[in-house]
């Protein structure tokens, strides 16, 4: 069936140093993609996302690149932080619904 | 502060007893809201579409006479795990998507509620 993956399960990453996290899709109607931040014990925490119609959002420290093509998401986390360790998730909406359908997540380890 | 509550945020019944969740939307109304269960070390899964004034829609492989969900309530939906089993006991999260614009293009999550069956 469709779903969302992830290329790197665990992402270990000097503090300091910028952080790459991809995800996978695999339904190309899908129109809103959503990056989302799972410290352990608590609840989805909304990090970023985005449209079909545009191919990079900018927050604040992080950043949302959406390659339609090859169906591919990221994010980048700029001068990645101890608070930044957790679990990510990128969620895909298919069809306009917000039925997010989630990926397998990426654990992110910030060394000191 | 969270738009999104869940109650209890964390519950132990025993074995065949059943238990109530509770997620409220708190600023906000919400004609639609999710249900989804987290198994330690693995994604949310989602478990069907809560419907205000309706009935839920379940995913597939869902059984609705086990988790029954209620939106009596434009700020409340409550799922109940019915004749619980050690094999129920995980994390469920539900969401809410505001029904007014622009609110209504964000999706809220509440912060979760662990249920263990003993």
């Known amino acids: 069936g469709e779903s969302v993956g992830l290329h790197l399960p665990t992402l270990s990453v000097q503090e300091g140093d910028n952080s790459i996290i991809n995800c996978a899709y695999s339904?190309?109607?899908?129109?809103?993609f959503i990056w989302y931040k799972q410290e352990s014990g608590k609840g989805p925490q909304f990090i970023i996302d985005?449209?079909?119609?545009?191919d990079k959002r900018q927050g604040q420290r992080v950043t949302v690149l959406l390659n339609k093509t090859v169906k591919h998401l990221s994010l980048q986390i700029a001068a990645t932080q101890p608070g930044d360790s957790a679990v990510y998730f990128c969620?895909?909406?298919?069809?306009?619904?917000?039925?997010?359908?989630f990926g397998s997540g990426t654990r992110l380890l910030v060394r000191p | 502060g969270a738009v999104v509550s869940q109650h209890p945020s964390w519950v132990i019944c025993k074995s065949g007893t059943s238990v109530k969740i509770e997620c409220r939307s708190l600023?906000?109304?919400?004609?639609?809201m999710f249900w989804y269960r987290q198994f330690p070390k693995q994604s949310l899964m989602l478990m069907a579409t809560?419907?205000?004034?309706?009935?839920?829609?379940?995913e597939q492989g869902v059984e609705k006479d086990k988790f029954l969900i209620n939106h009596a309530s434009l700020t409340l939906s409550t799922l109940t795990v019915t004749s619980a089993h050690p094999e129920d006991s995980s994390f469920y999260i539900c969401?809410?998507?505001?029904?007014?614009?622009?609110?209504?293009?964000?999706?809220?999550f509440g912060e979760g509620s662990w249920l263990t069956v003993v």
């Open positions: 969401s809410a998507r505001p029904l007014v614009a622009p609110r209504g293009n964000t999706i809220y």
């Open positions: 339904n190309s109607a899908s129109d809103y």
């Open positions: 985005i449209r079909s119609n545009m």
């Open positions: 969620a895909e909406n298919k069809d306009s619904s917000y039925k997010l359908i």
């Open positions: 600023d906000f109304q919400a004609t639609t």
């Open positions: 809560s419907n205000e004034g309706s009935k839920a829609t379940y």
